[in-house]
């Protein structure tokens, strides 16, 4: 399994971006993806699940601003943030909920 996240950058508060992650090695038709952030100095935490079935959650702290995506012909995973904050701050990973394997992750700086 091999997972690439991009597509962070520097944005203003109120702001939006999309991240992306390509996935290869596994079909995302057949897995349940994650996404993670760790903010600097903080322990990774939790953001976005999308079930195989098209099922979705949030951490309450993402949650009406986020929308976690997917394209099967693509093979990649969508992260859709609208309305950022400074604590959004952070490098996102995408993770395959039941591989113990994560990609090289993008940063998202939030100015304020």
Request: net charge positive; proline share 2%.
């Amino acid at each position: 399994v091999q997972l690439q996240a991009y597509g962070g950058g520097l944005v203003q508060a109120g702001g939006s971006l999309r991240l992306s992650c390509v996935v290869s090695g596994i079909r995302l038709s057949a897995n349940t993806m994650d996404w993670f952030r760790q903010a600097p100095g903080k322990e990774r935490k939790y953001v976005a699940t999308l079930t195989h079935l098209g099922r979705t959650t949030y951490a309450d702290s993402v949650k009406d601003r986020f929308t976690i995506t997917s394209d099967t012909v693509k093979n990649t995973v969508y992260l859709q943030m609208n309305g950022l904050k400074p604590e959004d701050t952070a490098v996102y990973y995408c993770k395959a909920s039941r591989y113990a394997v994560w990609g090289q992750g993008t940063l998202v700086t939030v100015s304020s």
